[in-house]
């Protein structure tokens, strides 16, 4: 199994509060990813990640931003958490410079309540 | 709207069947298909998956059809087992841009 934590693994959080998910990695992996997980739409790509530093918006960015200053954190921030954003988070990781082919190995998931 | 559709939220099978699961797609220009399984709790885990120069991929007891023209991919399960019981994921890239686009998932229940 690929080296992929997600924490924390369960929070239940205020509309309005801010909210940061952590993704740790110890593969070396280049390309991280979050993902929200909802009844009828399957995985929806929020953002990614091709390096450090390096990322970009996915389908379903808004009122999401994230973060990655090492190699091995992925961090996703909902600075104000609406109910919309009850979900369950998935971060994934693929290794190779030819990403497009390349298999996503997943975390466990982080469910996410907003009342 | 959804490039990536699986039509079946769920699909009932008896142990030692064939399970088919179906999935169909409207962009053109995916060209790289994927199947993830996903149990209750878990993340999702890379299956199969089949590239659109060809029509068939086969490991074990799971083996992808591709028909282009149709722009319909299927998964087999051969066998089906109990362990096969969980979410199956269909996903679709367009190799020239980057983003992996999933279905909706479909639930696979194998009966003993």
């Known amino acids: 199994d690929a080296g992929i934590t997600q924490s924390p693994r369960h929070k239940v959080t205020e509309t309005g509060t801010p909210v940061t998910l952590r993704c740790h990695q110890t593969?070396?992996?280049?390309?991280m990813y979050w993902y929200r997980q909802d009844p009828g739409h399957g995985l929806r790509l929020i953002h990614y990640?091709?390096?450090?530093?390096?990322?970009d918006k996915g389908e379903v960015s808004d009122g999401y931003s994230v973060s990655r200053s090492k190699t091995e954190d992925f961090l996703l921030t909902l600075e104000s958490a609406t109910s919309s954003q009850t979900s369950v988070y998935f971060c994934?990781?693929?290794?190779?410079?030819?990403?497009?082919?390349?298999?996503?190995?997943f975390g466990p998931g982080t469910r996410l309540t907003v009342l | 709207d959804q490039q990536v559709k699986q039509n079946s939220p769920s699909l009932s099978v008896q142990e030692g069947r064939i399970s088919i699961l179906n999935c169909d797609y409207t962009?053109?220009?995916?060209?790289?298909f994927l199947w993830y399984k996903k149990y209750p709790a878990e993340g999702p885990t890379f299956l199969i998956s089949i590239s659109s120069i060809k029509d068939k991929n086969e490991d074990g007891r799971f083996t992808v059809f591709l028909n282009k023209s149709a722009k319909h991919l299927s998964l087999h399960i051969v066998p089906s087992q109990p362990g096969d019981s969980a979410v199956y994921f269909c996903a679709a890239i367009d190799t020239g841009g980057f983003k992996t686009i999933f279905g909706a998932g479909t639930r696979l229940f194998v009966k003993a």
């Open positions: 962009n053109s220009m995916f060209d790289y």
């Open positions: 990640s091709y390096g450090v530093k390096d990322t």
């Open positions: 994934a990781i693929s290794e190779s410079e030819r990403e497009a082919t390349d298999t996503q190995y």
């Open positions: 593969e070396n992996h280049r390309y």
